[in-house]
């Protein structure tokens, strides 16, 4: 039977959170919690704090307060080995070709290689698994980012503008695959300024005035 999102344990809980970035207050978190098959759109303004937010959620950043991601902060072994982040400028090892970066990934994360193969020739990936990183454009890099991190099915994926770089045909590839981590169990949050989740079960925070609104609506 499956669980319904609300009715499941969170995967990730913040209290009370406070962000800055080079000692200028960003935004606080009051109260926010993810849960395993929850999709979740993080909207704001240019400059509202969404990439600052995500970061911290990953573990990159320093913050104050409370977040606990199954029983351990961000930025944690056990919490990072639960969280997949992909950000707007995704790195990728330039000494090794698209495959081998796939491979390699997979295996540093202990996962079958096969779904993230899988997910990348579903994005027309197949031509430049041979290909060197420094060869990408910025759209096709983001499509590798895309398929590693949501192939390797990590229980907490966070996406950072992962529409903004597609084209409308990956834009589909991406959204079958958001909408197959929630359904077997992921919690994805992730930012667009665009409609790109329209259609597809989510919620809704807004990020306005430095704060977190814990506002929910299912689309
Ligand atoms: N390292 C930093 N040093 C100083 N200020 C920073 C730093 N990182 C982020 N900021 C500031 O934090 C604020 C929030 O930036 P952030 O990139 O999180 O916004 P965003 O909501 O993702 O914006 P956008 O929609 O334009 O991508 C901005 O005012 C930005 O200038």
Do not use: C
Request: no cysteine.
């Amino acid at each position: 039977m499956t669980v319904p999102p609300q009715a499941a344990r969170p995967l990730l809980t913040a209290q009370d959170v406070h962000l800055t970035a080079a000692g200028r207050f960003i935004l606080t978190v009051p109260h926010l919690s993810l849960r395993p098959g929850e999709l979740t759109h993080l909207r704001g303004e240019n400059g509202a704090g969404k990439t600052t937010l995500l970061r911290a959620l990953a573990g990159d950043l320093p913050y104050q307060g409370t977040l606990d991601l199954h029983g351990h902060p961000p930025g944690s072994r056990p919490a990072r080995a639960q969280t997949a982040f992909v950000s707007t400028e995704p790195t990728l090892l330039d000494d090794l070709t698209v495959e081998e970066n796939l491979q390699f990934m997979a295996a540093a994360w202990i996962r079958s290689p096969e779904p993230v193969l899988d997910l990348a020739r579903a994005f027309g990936l197949s031509p430049w698994l041979d290909a060197w990183p420094s060869d990408l454009s910025r759209g096709t890099r983001q499509k590798v980012a895309l398929s590693l991190f949501l192939g390797l099915t990590l229980p907490l994926t966070l996406l950072d503008e992962p529409f903004s770089t597609l084209d409308a045909g990956s834009r589909d590839v991406l959204r079958q695959a958001l909408g197959e981590r929630v359904q077997s169990g992921g919690s994805v949050l992730l930012t667009t300024h665009g409609t790109d989740l329209d259609g597809l079960p989510h919620r809704v925070l807004d990020l306005h005035q430095g704060e977190l609104r814990g506002a929910e609506s299912v689309a």
